[in-house]
Every structure is written in structure tokens, then in C-alpha cells.
């Protein structure tokens, strides 16, 4: 596995002036977003779009990743031009709360020159993330965003930016996502957390004291997770049963290697240089205790009772992660209390990082949902 240290970066971000309370009670006193911008605010600052990125994302959504050198992660949606055209808009797309690069998180120091907050790191909720959000938002003199979207975690946040600040977006696109995050998605999660907890390296969430990372068990979590965001077409078809040669493990039973066993471990070695063990518990655990009927007493239709925000929703016929029946769930709450809803359901083989691929169903999806969004506001 390559641990070999990426080259460190500072990250533009903003300081939250009041800190930020918690759902857990704890308030943090000093909160930073790492966030990053594209295009241009108009005078009437009317044509913000808030991105909001999926659990191992992050905010460098439209440009080559300065720490990994790879292209922007959704760079066939947002970028000049594009369905998200940033020719026309303003994009924001900031780090979670609770993340690794550059925003406040287990990582990040207790106070200025004080040590990391490590596994002490309060827990959190989607809210929180998307309280975080808000205060961003607003620091940067933004009344009301124009369309909030994202995909996977991503979408939950744009479910809860609905929910709690209606009044602050004029259209939410969540894609690829859910309402709640289901008993099979928390399993799978766990057994990753497992991974990581039980590798001697974890140090009970210190790793940092003792000059490691806990990598074998975090590259188990990636790996686990990364088979559920494809199908069994999509790993049929790109790797099949095809066997290549490898570095023997150990005689002939370890000698040879599926292509899809070499394919994951690259998936895990490359993810545990760029981001931190106790951040993926953190974030993990966030989206597990995320439930939007529960909040509003046990109704998801409560969650957007008198809403005016329009809603784009969008799911995938192969995604089994955040199956399009939990879509189809989000848009008949929606219809209860007559909202703005349009709903699609691409049929695609590629499974849940669909929504990360080139979609051209997508991308139609999103460039006419917005186009028409655009037209009733007036922006051109």
C-alpha cells in the first residue's frame, strides 16, 4: 500500500465569527469552511448555487484536485458550459463539517496551537453540516441561493437545506439520495468502522500521537463502500472474472489476482493518503442517524409543509445504495403538500456512482430543470 505523503496545501477558507452549536449540545467556538468559488456573483446577487459534495468529496469540485492532481470530481457537470454553467452562475462548494480538507473536524486543532481534536471530535449531524452551510452563506453576503444540489450525502444536505431554510433557496436538486439512510446502508458503514477500529494502528482514535494512520483498516472501509456505489453490470463488465498476475502472496493460492481485488485495493491505498480515519467515522455517522421524517414526527411531508422551493429529483435505475424507491418516497411527501416537484428516474447500468459519471440523461436533467428555474426568476 502507498503511503507515501501528499504534498500539503492551505486550504481558502472562512472563520465563522459566533462558532456554531451543535445538535449534540457542544458548541464549537472556532468553526472554519474550506470552500472554493467559481464564476461570477451577479449585482443582484440572485444566481448563487450551493454544491454540495458526497461523503469522501470535497469542494474542489470544478478544477484539477491540488493535493491528488486528479480532474474536478463533477467536472462534466459543473464548469463553463455545463448543465451547472458557471459562465451564467455562481458556484460555492465548501468542505463538511467534520471533513479533512481544510473545514473544522477531527483534524483540525481544539483551539489556535492546541492539539487536534482526534476521536474527542463532538458528533454530528447532516444539520449540523448544513448549519455550517448557512453561516457560510451568509458571510458571504448571499440573502437567497438560486438552486442548492448534490448527490448521495450530498443530497441528504440539500434535503435538509429544504427542510430548514426553505426561504434561502429558490430550487433543490437531490440526487442519487434518501430521506434516511437505511439498515443495509448503517451495516455496511459499521463493518467499515469495524475495519478501522481493529487495525492496530488506530491507537483508540491516536494515531496521530504515535506518528501513523491506522491505513489497512481505513483502505477495508473504502473498499467495502466503493462496492456498493457500483452494479453488478458495472464490475461485470469492467472486470468480469479476469485474472491477472500478481506479486505472490504466498504460493499458488494468493499467486494470481482477480482484476477486481487489484482494482479495490488501488481504491483503498490511494483514498487513506488523502483523507482522515476519524473524519470517516465522523461523517459515516452522520449520515447513519440521518432521518428527515424523524425530525418532523415521523411525516417527511411535515419536513416541507409549506414549501415554495421547486425540487428536481433524480435516481438511478442500477443504484441499489439509495434505490429510486426512496426517491419515488421523497417526491409523494412532496406532492402532499403541493410542491413544485419534477421527478426522472435514468435508467443506467453503472449503479450509484452514477451520478458521478457521464449521464448525458443527467445532464439534460439538470441544464433544463435550471434553464426553466432561470427563465421564471428573470436571470439571463
Not at 310 to 339: G, H, M, Y
Amino acid at each position: 500500500m502507498d503511503l507515501t505523503p501528499l504534498p500539503e496545501i492551505v486550504h481558502q477558507s472562512l472563520r465563522l465569527d459566533h462558532g456554531l452549536t451543535l445538535d449534540c449540545g457542544v458548541t464549537l467556538d472556532d468553526v472554519r469552511l474550506a470552500y472554493r468559488t467559481y464564476g461570477t456573483l451577479n449585482a443582484t446577487r440572485s444566481n448563487a448555487i450551493l454544491v454540495c459534495h458526497a461523503l469522501t468529496g470535497d469542494q474542489y469540485v470544478a478544477e484539477t484536485h491540488p493535493i491528488t492532481g486528479k480532474p474536478a470530481w463533477w467536472g462534466g457537470l459543473v464548469g463553463p458550459g455545463c448543465p451547472v454553467d458557471t459562465d451564467r452562475y455562481f458556484v460555492i462548494c465548501s468542505n463538511v463539517l467534520g471533513g479533512c480538507m481544510g473545514s473544522t473536524g477531527p483534524a483540525s486543532p481544539r483551539a489556535e496551537g492546541a492539539a487536534p481534536w482526534g476521536v474527542d471530535f463532538p458528533p454530528l449531524t447532516i444539520q449540523d453540516m448544513v448549519r455550517a452551510q448557512k453561516a457560510l452563506i451568509d458571510a458571504l453576503g448571499i440573502e437567497r441561493l438560486f438552486a442548492v444540489i448534490g448527490g448521495s450525502m450530498g443530497g441528504m444536505q440539500v434535503l435538509a437545506w429544504a427542510a430548514m431554510y426553505p426561504e434561502k433557496m429558490f430550487a433543490a436538486v437531490p440526487i442519487a439520495a434518501a430521506a434516511y439512510h437505511s439498515a443495509q446502508n448503517i451495516a455496511f458503514h459499521e463493518v467499515g468502522r469495524q475495519a478501522i477500529l481493529a487495525d492496530p494502528d488506530f491507537h483508540e482514535g491516536r494515531y496521530r500521537d504515535h506518528g501513523v494512520i491506522p491505513a489497512r483498516g481505513l483502505g477495508v472501509a473504502r473498499m467495502t463502500a466503493h462496492i456498493t456505489y457500483l452494479s453488478e453490470t458495472a464490475l461485470s463488465r469492467k472486470f468480469g472474472r479476469r485474472i491477472q498476475s500478481g506479486a505472490a502472496l504466498g504460493g499458488a493460492l494468493f499467486g494470481d489476482r482477480f482484476a477486481v481485488e487489484s482494482y479495490l485495493e488501488h481504491q483503498g491505498s490511494s483514498f487513506v493518503r488523502r483523507f482522515d480515519a476519524n473524519s470517516y467515522l465522523c461523517i459515516t455517522r452522520a449520515m447513519d442517524f440521518f432521518d428527515l421524517a424523524a425530525d418532523h414526527g415521523g411525516s417527511l411531508a411535515q419536513a416541507f409543509q409549506g414549501t415554495q422551493t421547486r425540487f428536481l429529483l433524480v435516481s438511478f435505475s442500477s443504484d441499489w445504495l439509495f434505490p429510486t424507491a426512496q426517491s419515488r418516497a421523497i417526491a409523494r411527501a412532496l406532492n402532499q403538500v403541493a410542491a413544485n416537484v419534477s421527478f426522472v428516474e435514468i435508467i443506467s447500468d453503472k449503479g450509484h456512482d452514477a451520478f458521478l459519471l457521464d449521464e448525458p440523461d443527467l445532464a439534460r436533467s439538470v441544464a433544463g430543470f435550471l434553464a426553466g428555474c432561470a427563465e421564471t426568476l428573470g436571470l439571463v
